[in-house]
């Protein structure tokens, strides 16, 4: 599950909106066409068999599954990493990104819709895995700049590994989620887990004080840090204050609810109850939490 992220910050394309306003017009035409060539090319020089899925995106087999079709309106599981055509050079890898078809292809640490990749999990079977070559206006467009220490150019043709793992409904995310929050907890080694309302999963680490408890619309100063499944922090507060935990993620809700001051804890919360299908973005567009995501905060009650 965990998720690797070899290239996330964008260091001088703030605001950058991905292919999204790139399709349109004779420029968009002429280089699909001039991609679409490069791409051939290298394919039937390679002696690599494919596949045309749309104009400008092509297909090399490299596992037939046999499972079901994709469906863009259920929930996906595929595991991904992106190179360049040109040199080879792989810049962004994620072993379990999960989302809606339907509802966009948007990554961690990124701004805009990949519509490239949006676009090839539509053709997939569960247990596909392929090669794909994918024209520059589907995915960054005349866009250009680095990615760490990786330099992505303008028309830059992408070549995507894609592995389709699983197709769910909501009730089976729900479960997985579920399985996955329980394998945490044991390979973390925490003691009398507390499973609480709607999946959430509450552990305290140190007990609190008093008689007062927490109501569900308190308000309370905390200290948190918030964790997603692979350890990477995105966001902490050593004093935040909250007029009303209800106005918070129903995850903090159910979570801090009962509890009295000075009380430490480890909440597991399902993304059902925390961002859901939708994910959370920055203000400058970009991904902060994807979508479908578990989270963990260690949380402690400072007071309310």
Known sequence: MNRIVKALMLMALSGLIFSCNEKEGDNFNEQLNADSEMIEAFLTNNSIPNQKVIDGIYEASITDGTGTEISPSQIIEISFT?????????????????????????????????????????????????????????????????????????????????EAIAQRTENEQKDHEDQVINSLITEAEFTDPEEL???????????????????????????????????????????????????????????????????????????????????????????????????IFEVEILDF
């Open 197 to 295: 309302a709607n999946g959430v999963y509450r552990i305290i680490t140190e007990e609190g004080t008093g008689d007062e408890t927490i109501a569900s619309n308190s308000g309370v100063t905390v200290a948190y840090k918030g964790s997603l499944i692979n350890g990477e922090t995105f966001d902490e507060s050593n004093n935040a204050t909250f007029t009303n935990i209800g106005n918070l993620i129903e995850g903090w809700k159910i979570g801090l609810t009962g509890l009295k001051k000075d009380t430490k804890i480890v909440l597991f919360i399902p993304s059902h109850v925390a961002y859901g299908e939708n994910g959370s973005f920055t203000q400058t567009g970009y991904v902060a939490i994807p979508s479908f995501e578990t989270l």
């Open 82 to 162: 992106l190179r360049k055509f040109d040199t080879g050079e792989e810049f962004y890898e994620d072993t379990s990104y999960t989302f809606i078809p339907n509802k966009g292809f948007f990554v961690e640490g990124v701004a805009g819709n990949f519509i490239g990749l949006n676009e090839v999990v539509r053709h997939m079977n569960v247990g596909d895995k392929s090669d794909f070559y994918i024209a520059s206006g589907y995915m960054f467009g005349s866009l250009s700049g680095e990615f760490n220490d990786i330099t992505i150019n303008s028309n830059q043709i992408i070549v995507a590994q894609i």
